[in-house]
């Protein structure tokens, strides 16, 4: 059985609108309410640097540390999980945080320098659904490629890697391309990392899928969060269910290299796996989901995170900790209540915020209240 992870203390220096925070958290629930502007969807920014990558709003680093700050922001937090108890400093000021390949951003684990910020997979899988989001389905097909790949991140912690290496490829590529280099050794070379790197990305996308779908077909009918059918479309993607790896990282290869003179004159690659797309629909009423309401588009939404959260658990034995930023807004009563209910099934620590604390009234006596105003947080 999978055990949850959860956060025990948090603090923070030099956070957005925070000069400084120490606050100790419940496993379970936990709500930041309070007026708009107020600082909370902050805090579950900052909740989100306890994973790889620039977090939940993906902002420079420069942008984040606190107005007239001088050594940057720095995060520190007590973990407990199935990996036992770790205490986390994270940052890009903090005296004594030293140097992870992450852009600048630097991550210390018990004392210890990590090698990069996928070490901190090793403790816990934070996954969040933010207001921004809520286009996802009408949106470019690359915020829908960050979300899967972020779902994938999850579950197989080499994928980050991946796919860095992938993007610095590329890159290398296209600038030979533009420089109209005849070294053709050297773009050899490449293309056949991108082959290898692009299809490795193929086919831990299309797994994820196939496990996600798997857990969404044993729902039961008349959840409160509808069915989503998903897919994946690509270029390498389409040939992963129908050829071995090796066969499609030759293809990929022969592609990339036939398509030279036209990538050239493109000025980009055009076919690989950041040219995917994940394409979601409503099972129960067979549309699309960029068709559906707003509504329904949420319900969708949430409905993939919670049973993301269930296959992370089964799959990992971490249960993930949530971060919903706003997420009751929108819901009527009774899938509010349908919610609450389903995160106390999965266990995970959930991190909930909202303008009003009435809008979680069936959480009162089985959560933890926190009351956010002018950067301080106070039990609510």
């Known amino acids: 059985m999978a055990e ?66 001088e ?29 992870a390949a992450d852009g600048g951003r630097r991550v210390r684990i018990n004392g210890a320098p990590a090698k990069g910020a996928d070490d901190l997979l090793e403790w816990l899988r934070v996954i969040w659904l933010t207001p921004a989001m809520d286009t996802l389905f009408t949106g470019p097909a690359a915020d829908r490629r960050r979300f899967v790949d972020r779902l994938v991140l999850a579950i ?28 053709t050794a050297w773009l050899d070379a490449i293309e056949m990392q991108m082959a290898e790197t692009g299809t490795a990305i193929a086919v831990a996308r299309v797994e994820l899928v196939r496990l996600l779908t798997s857990l969404i077909d044993g729902m039961p009918d008349g959840a409160a969060f509808p069915r989503a059918g998903i897919a994946l479309s690509g270029f390498v993607e389409d040939q992963v269910a129908t050829r071995p790896a090796v066969d499609i990282e030759e293809s990929f290869r022969a592609a990339l290299r036939d398509n030279r003179f036209r990538d050239r004159v493109s000025g980009r ?18 549309m699309p989901a960029a068709l559906c309401s707003t509504g329904e588009q949420k319900a969708l939404l949430i409905g993939l995170i919670l049973s993301h959260a269930r296959l992370t658990s089964a ?9 919903l930023d706003e997420i009751a807004a929108h819901l009527d009563e009774g899938r509010r209540a349908a919610l609450f209910s389903i995160l106390e099934e999965i266990g995970c620590q959930t991190f909930m915020t909202g303008t009003e604390r009435a809008l979680f009234a069936s959480l009162e006596g089985r959560a933890q209240f926190l009351h956010v105003s002018d950067a301080a947080v106070q039990a609510g």
């Open 4 to 69: 949850p992870s959860f956060i025990q203390k948090f603090q923070l220096a030099n956070f957005r609108n925070y000069a400084q925070l120490s606050v100790r958290f419940q496993p379970g629930a936990v709500v930041f309410f309070g007026a708009n502007g107020a600082g909370k969807t902050n805090l579950l920014e900052a909740l989100s640097f306890l994973s790889p990558g620039r977090g939940l709003r993906r902002a420079s680093y420069g942008d984040i540390a606190r107005a007239g700050s």
């Open 156 to 183: 197989d912690p080499q994928h980050g890697r991946r796919a860095l290496d992938y993007e610095k490829a590329m890159r290398g590529r296209n600038r030979l391309l533009a420089e109209e280099s005849r070294d």
């Open 71 to 99: 050594d940057g922001f720095s995060i520190f937090a007590e973990v407990s999980g199935a990996a036992g108890d770790a205490a986390i400093g994270t940052g890009t000021g903090a005296a004594g945080i030293q140097e």
């Open 269 to 286: 690659t055009l076919d690989g796996p950041h040219r995917a797309d994940f394409l979601v629909h409503y099972r129960e009423k067979d």
């Open 315 to 323: 799959i990992t034995g971490l249960v993930p900790i949530l971060l």
